[in-house]
């Protein structure tokens, strides 16, 4: 029998992936999106979510809530999210006299996320929020990018601009913007890239003019504005860079703005169009249901624009924004991986096809491809890349809990140092190996994944923009190296390294965890070497040389990070097996067996690249333009 493709487009509840010899149906799409074990698993035994009701700010919480907030998530990306996530791949948004043009399917889903509170679950009871912990909240969220991350994002983006004025606007701004954006009403962006400017957001030319009445008028271009133009929602509010009159150069003269799309009365109706235009639409590889724009300011001189905080800090404060983006990047990337791995799980456990090396007898029945090895191996990477990151993504949610619910302010600082210093690694590790997961999977579909016609291609073409936005991997490396590791005195690379040996302490109650630890140990060390030399260097002037090669650094530092969060994970899964529940046996295994997969096999490989490091090879950094 032919292979029965899904219809070009992602499974739906109804749907059924068809092979040869086929005799059981995936009807359930929740475990297309998460493994709902796994998740009870990160949320309750390695994070300890409940603890968190025991803080004030969560006291009317409990397992129950969170629950029931993870159950209605997983409903409304099965039912409204996911069965629109391939249309929305091949029917990309419309540039139709002069405005983005989506399709239907995005506005009911988006409505529906808004209606059951997901935009404010994080805000409190008094602003008409779920006063959920950041950690459920994230959870929560990790259904919606696995579903469609080309329509989650538009909220993504709407929290993160609606936090970025609640931070730092007037009690005014507060009102007019913030107000209708936590109701739902107004969205958000972030306006930083230029066309000649790129990432080099010191070079960038957006001018604002005060107007003499507190307002300014802006003049310049921004691109790759992600959800730039959309008729999600009445406004968009636009958070934009730009540079005042008396600016000083570089990133010391940038200032930050509120445009709103179309103007906002004093009575919180909307006013006339802003100068504001959507110049046009990217087309890209993936990613498509999200507008990617460019966007003019000013071109009939009369954009109006609201200055937030004071001049010249906007960077700074864009910052708040930017990393908040950052780890969601990185979610969205983890959660991409995580959908192509599940699918192409499923698809090796139902796909029959040839016979395992010793079975010389062609006559002899199939075997399902999750039977030989090289799949196997294929699976266990992509187990140790998505459920190692998403972890760390979970992790990193939850320290932004203690960031603002730990009881002093000393360790509420503690918390932040620690977020600070892994923030590059929970965007660029999991964009990068979430990515190779996807590839993966493709190749364990075969030349079906490949196709149009099977979900993986997508799922990479998706993810293949992980590595570029928000900051590329690129510029996290060199933000990690030159400047989390150092700053306050390499206090939070001090912290990080403790939780490191602690665990590793832990981990040698085990006699089982012996072979898991030792390779951590020994890049833990490895790492802390090298991190000296290189900084040595940086402090005898050669930056650009200890900087050369810091996507190595990046590679090691992260590996090192995530097999931390793998070993913690495997020392729960040791105490789960202990325990003795038959029913959860197989799944510590698996975590044992991804574990020992990460820490033996990937691991180790990162010593090459220290050692590439340590001999400060510039072969990259020599090489000329000619040369070429």
């Not at 603002?404 to 000393?410: I, P, R, S």
Request: glycine share 8%; net charge negative.
């Amino acid at each position: 029998a032919p292979i029965k493709p899904i219809n070009g487009r992602s499974l739906t509840v109804n749907d059924s992936i068809h092979c040869p010899a086929m005799t059981s149906e995936v009807t359930d799409m929740s475990e297309l999106l998460i493994d709902q074990r796994n998740l009870a698993f990160e949320l309750y035994e390695v994070l300890d979510a409940e603890a968190l009701t025991q803080r004030p700010r969560f006291a009317d919480h409990n397992r129950e809530t969170f629950d029931a907030a993870i159950g209605t998530a997983r409903t409304i990306a099965e039912k409204l999210f996911a069965p629109h996530n391939r249309k929305n791949d091949e029917n990309e948004p419309k540039y139709v006299n002069g405005a983005a043009e989506l399709i239907p399917e995005v506005k009911p889903a988006v409505d529906a996320f808004l209606e059951a509170g997901f935009l404010n679950a994080t805000r409190t009871f008094e602003q008409g929020g779920m006063q959920m912990p950041n950690l459920l909240s994230q959870a929560c969220f990790a259904h919606f990018q696995s579903a469609n991350a080309g329509t989650s994002s538009y909220a993504m983006l709407t929290m993160g601009a609606a936090n970025l004025i609640e931070s730092f606007g007037t009690e005014e701004q507060k009102e007019r913007y913030l107000q209708p954006m936590i109701e739902g009403r107004f969205f958000g962006t972030m306006a930083l890239t230029e066309p000649h400017a790129g990432s080099s957001l010191s070079d960038i030319r957006t001018k604002a003019e005060p107007a003499g009445d507190g307002s300014y008028r802006l003049k310049g271009n921004k691109i790759f504005i992600s959800a730039g133009d959309h008729p999600l929602s009445e406004n968009i509010v636009h958070m934009v860079l730009a540079k005042l009159p008396d600016a000083p150069p570089g990133v010391k003269g940038i200032s930050l703005f509120i445009v709103p799309k179309f103007l906002v009365n004093d009575d919180g109706s909307l006013g006339e169009r802003n100068d504001v235009t959507l110049a046009g639409l990217f087309h890209k590889m993936g990613w498509r249901g999200t507008t990617s724009t460019a966007l003019n300011f000013g071109d009939k001189d009369n954009c109006v624009g609201y200055l937030v905080g004071k001049p010249h800090q906007g960077l700074s404060y864009m910052f708040q924004m930017m990393n908040e983006a950052r780890i969601g990047v990185g979610m969205g990337a983890v959660m991409l991986g995580y959908a192509g791995y599940l699918y192409s799980l499923n698809y090796a456990r139902e796909r029959p096809q040839g016979r395992l090396p010793d079975g010389k007898n062609p006559s002899a029945p199939q075997v399902s491809i999750i039977e030989h090895a090289d799949v196997k191996r294929m699976l266990l990477a992509q187990k140790a890349y998505v459920e190692g990151a998403f972890d760390l993504g979970l992790y990193a949610s939850r320290l932004f809990d203690d960031t603002e619910t730990l009881e002093t302010e000393e360790q509420r600082k503690t918390a932040l140092e620690l977020l600070d210093l892994l923030t590059p690694i929970v965007k660029a590790w999991p964009s990068d190996y979430c990515l190779k997961a996807n590839e993966l999977a493709i190749q364990i579909l075969g030349g079906h994944g490949y196709t149009r016609e099977y979900p993986v291609e997508q799922f990479y073409r998706d993810n293949r923009l992980n590595p570029i936005h928000e900051g590329t991997n690129g510029i996290q490396s060199l933000d990690l190296l030159a400047r989390k590791v150092t700053m306050n005195g390499g206090a939070a690379l001090k912290q990080l390294s403790s939780l490191i040996q602690d665990c590793c302490k832990r981990a040698g109650e085990y006699s089982e965890l012996n072979d898991l630890r030792e390779p951590l140990e020994k890049l833990h060390a490895h790492i802390g070497k090298v991190t000296l030399a290189l900084l040595g260097d940086m402090g005898q002037g050669k930056v650009n040389e200890a900087l050369a090669n810091s996507a190595l650094y990046l590679k090691a530092f992260g590996h090192m990070v995530i097999g931390w969060r793998w070993l913690e994970q495997a020392i729960k899964a040791q105490q789960g097996l202990a325990g003795g529940n038959d029913a959860d046996a197989a799944f510590y295994q698996g975590k044992l067996q991804a574990a020992r997969y990460f820490l033996r096999w990937e691991v180790p490989s990162c010593h090459h690249d220290l050692e590439v490091l340590e001999s400060r090879d510039l072969t990259c950094f020599d090489m000329q333009d000619s040369w070429f």
